[in-house]
């Protein structure tokens, strides 16, 4: 089974709208994290943010915010105010904590911000 | 300013050639990691260290090799080059845990173009 599932391969956004990118993870272990990163046409992959499995509130980092759904094993990223530089793939991964050294990814969403 | 940086951008190797890619991090991570990166199919992990001399197959382990002699360098190597391993590798290391301060860091990818 897949650890993280991401189902929109493709996505548009108007600029300076709000998007949000899908991710459902599956996991049996309680504790975990959960990142999310960037990856423009340059390829460099870049950390957005993260969320732990225990964390109580919703991590945000500037116009990003992850809508962690626990019960339903959902961590989708939002972005706010889409700017044009936000164009690019974005990845969903998970570490758990039993398996420890190993990243699981998602297939990744490329999304386009339309001017 | 955390590094990892990889051998080269873009190589071009024949069918049956012996490939080395080379991934040296300066952050003293214990745990590094080569991917490789296909359209529609993510980041597949291929093997991942733990420590000096120690490896672990990921998902796609066939046609690669590991090396690591010492803690900054995880080294790929493709035994007999084939047509079907053209792709985009990236190395990434971590520390050990799964809270945000271990996320994964990025080398910036080495296209490679088996003919």
């Known amino acids: 089974a897949q650890k993280i599932t991401q189902t929109q391969p493709g996505m548009f956004v108007q600029e300076k709208e709000a998007v949000t990118l899908d991710c459902t993870y599956d996991t049996s272990d309680p504790s975990y994290g959960l990142f999310w990163y960037k990856q423009p046409s340059s390829g460099e992959m870049i950390f957005l943010i993260y969320q732990g499995s225990y964390d109580q509130q919703n991590a945000t980092e500037g116009r990003y915010s992850l809508n962690f759904q626990k019960a339903r094993k959902s961590a989708n990223l939002v972005i706010s105010a889409s700017q044009l530089g936000d164009s690019a793939m974005y990845f969903c991964a998970m570490r758990e904590e039993q398996t420890g050294n190993q990243f699981y990814f998602g297939t990744g969403t490329s999304l386009t911000v339309i001017p | 300013d955390v590094k990892v940086t990889q051998s080269s951008r873009y190589l071009v190797k024949r069918t049956g050639e012996k490939v080395f890619l080379e991934c040296v991090q300066d952050m003293d991570h214990e745990n590094m990691f080569w991917y490789r990166q296909d359209p529609g199919l993510g980041l597949r992990l291929i093997y991942f260290s733990y420590d000096v001399k120690m490896k672990e197959k990921g998902d796609i382990p066939e046609g690669y090799s590991v090396s690591r002699e010492k803690k900054e360098r995880f080294s790929l190597i493709l035994e007999s080059a084939s047509t079907n391993q053209t792709s985009m590798y990236l190395c990434?290391?971590?520390?050990?845990?799964?809270?945000?301060?271990?996320?994964?860091?990025f080398g910036p990818g080495t296209r490679l173009t088996v003919t």
């Open positions: 990434a290391s971590s520390g050990v845990g799964i809270s945000s301060s271990y996320e994964q860091y």
